[in-house]
């Protein structure tokens, strides 16, 4: 590990989880940094825009490129809706939500919009609704729903604005992911079959029926998988597509729309 790094993660770890206090527990603690254990799992939260995220169920980190489109997104959204509150409800959906963050975010900033969330993993579900809670969302705001992508979602319930995040690395890139992600997150969350697509296309072969006319999706993927995902979104009848750069110049996350 990085010796600079290791210096900063010990002393957050000291300052936000153990008040300055070195104790027998903090040293614990940093013989696992040591071992490589992410520092967010370790302090047991992180940031997400203006949210604070708890992760004790041990979901997805919450990544930078992640909260980049996200913030992206909620510049438009403002747009789009500016006048449209509260003659009509908003409805956004969540999917692959692990701990949350998108529509935990998403419903801290705008506070007349509603949003089911999706997750296939129990433990996430719950990690889910601690952070809605955490962040004061109203229980009438939200439904967090146990579903294999769209299996347990009513196709009559027609969405504003649909998120998704998906597992999407390759297991033929696994070499290129850095030993502590493969270590300590969970593989359900980053991994999407052979060419990292699996979910994508199952993601994006329902999604339009669960949009609204006007409705609009965003989706996060690796930036090999641009041109295989632009022919996806024709093949399954999608008539509009914009993909953008994350922050670092790569391909990261599209919006679409019927
Ligand atoms: C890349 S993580 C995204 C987490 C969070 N949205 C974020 O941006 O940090 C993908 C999530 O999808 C969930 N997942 C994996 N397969 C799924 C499936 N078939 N149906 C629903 N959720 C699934 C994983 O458990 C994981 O929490």
New binding site residues.
């Given amino acids: 590990m990085n010796k600079d790094y290791f210096k900063k993660a010990q002393k957050w770890l000291l300052e936000e989880k153990y008040n300055n206090q070195v104790s027998s527990n903090f040293k614990k603690d940093l013989a696992r940094l040591k071992q490589g254990e992410p520092l967010d799992y370790l302090i047991g939260f992180c940031y997400?825009l203006d949210c604070k995220i708890n992760l004790s169920f041990r979901?997805?980190?919450?990544?930078a490129e992640?909260e980049y489109w996200?913030e992206k997104a909620f510049d438009e959204i403002k747009k789009e809706i500016e006048g449209v509150l509260p003659q009509k409800e908003i409805v956004c959906l969540?999917?692959?939500?692990?701990?949350?963050?998108?529509?935990v975010s998403l419903l801290k900033n705008f506070p007349g919009l509603k949003a089911d969330f999706?997750?296939?993993?129990g433990d996430?579900l719950k990690q889910i609704k601690v952070n809605l809670k955490i962040n004061g969302i109203n229980a009438k705001r939200y439904r967090v729903i146990k579903?294999?992508?769209f299996?347990r979602l009513d196709k009559k319930r027609k969405y504003d604005y649909i998120?998704?995040?998906?597992?999407?690395v390759s297991v033929r890139r696994k070499s290129k992911v850095e030993r502590s992600v493969l270590k300590w997150e969970?593989a359900?969350?980053?991994f999407g079959g052979k060419d990292g697509l699996l979910?994508i296309k199952?993601f994006l072969k329902e999604a339009k029926n669960f949009l609204q006319p006007t409705g609009k999706i965003y989706l996060?993927f690796d930036s090999f998988q641009k041109k295989a995902i632009e022919k996806l979104i024709k093949d399954y009848g999608y008539k509009t597509c914009r993909v953008f750069k994350d922050q670092y110049g790569r391909w990261r996350y599209l919006t679409c729309g019927l």
């Fill in positions: 997400f979901p997805l980190i919450p990544r992640t996200v969540d999917m692959f939500a692990g701990s949350g963050c998108i529509g999706t997750e296939k993993n996430f579903s294999n992508v299996s998120f998704a995040n998906p597992p999407y969970p359900q969350a980053i979910y199952k996060e």
